[in-house]
C-alpha cells in the first residue's frame, strides 16, 4: 500500500483499514465521490475478494450494509513478521551459539518432512513432486511444477514467505532440499537458483533415477 499516488480502491482499502468497517454513506462521505462511484469501487473490491460485506439489522427500515477488510485485504498491508522472527533469530544465536540455530532449523525440517510424508503417502515419485508443490502453495510458495524428461522434474517457487530469515539464516535452504529428498524420496535434488543468492526463483531439480526407500 505503499504507492506514492494513491487510486480510489486505495483510499477505500485504508479507510476500511482504520474504521474497520464503514457504509457506503461513509465512503461517500469521506471520498467527496458519488455513490454510484463508491459502490461501483466496491463491487470491484468484492470480486478481487479483498474486502467483505455484512448486512446489520437496523430498528427500521431495511438491513445497512458494512463493509471490513477481507483477510486477503488485510494481506496488502505491512506485516513484520519476518523482521522479528530475525531479530529473535539473531539474539538465540548470540546467546547460544550458531548451533542452537542449526538444531532449530533442523528440528523444524523434522517437523515439516513428517507433516509432508503423511501427505504424500505412498504415491509414485513424480506425484509425490505435485504434491509437494500443492502442499507448498498451501504455505504461500506460489509454486510450480515442469516435466523435463521421463525421470527429471523442476519445481519453482515463486515466492519464499520466509526470505528476510533465509537471507540471513542460509541453514533454512538447506533444511529445505533436505526435507525435499526425504518426502520425494531421491538424493538427487538441486537447487539450481535461490532468491537469497539474488535470484528470481527458488529452483529444483529433481532426478527420479535413484530412489530412497520412503516410510510413511
Excluded: W
Amino acid at each position: 500500500m505503499n504507492k506514492t499516488k494513491k487510486t480510489t480502491k486505495d483510499k477505500i482499502l485504508e479507510a476500511l483499514k482504520i474504521d474497520v468497517s464503514l457504509t457506503v454513506n461513509d465512503l461517500t462521505e469521506r471520498l467527496k465521490i458519488t455513490h454510484m462511484a463508491v459502490r461501483k469501487h466496491l463491487s470491484t473490491l468484492e470480486k478481487d475478494q479483498l474486502i467483505q460485506a455484512k448486512e446489520v439489522k437496523q430498528p427500521m427500515g431495511r438491513p445497512l450494509q458494512v463493509f471490513s477488510l477481507s483477510p486477503e485485504g488485510e494481506r496488502l498491508f505491512p506485516k513484520n513478521y519476518e523482521g522479528i522472527s530475525v531479530e529473535f533469530l539473531q539474539d538465540i544465536q548470540d546467546l547460544h551459539g550458531k548451533e542452537s540455530i542449526d538444531l532449530l532449523f533442523k528440528k523444524r525440517e523434522q517437523r515439516l518432512t513428517s507433516e509432508y510424508k503423511a501427505r504424500v503417502g505412498q504415491k509414485p515419485q513424480s506425484e509425490r513432486i505435485y504434491e509437494l508443490a500443492r502442499i507448498q502453495n498451501e504455505k504461500g510458495y506460489m509454486t510450480d511444477v515442469n516435466q523435463l524428461d521421463e525421470q527429471t522434474f523442476e519445481l519453482v517457487e515463486h515466492n519464499c514467505p520466509i526470505l528476510a530469515i533465509a537471507k540471513e539464516f542460509k541453514t533454512a535452504c538447506h533444511c529445505e532440499t533436505a526435507m525435499f529428498k526425504q518426502v520425494v524420496g531421491t538424493e538427487n535434488v538441486d537447487r539450481v537458483s535461490c532468491k537469497t543468492e539474488g535470484n528470481d526463483h527458488c529452483k529444483f531439480r529433481f532426478s527420479l533415477k535413484d530412489a530412497l526407500p520412503h516410510s510413511g
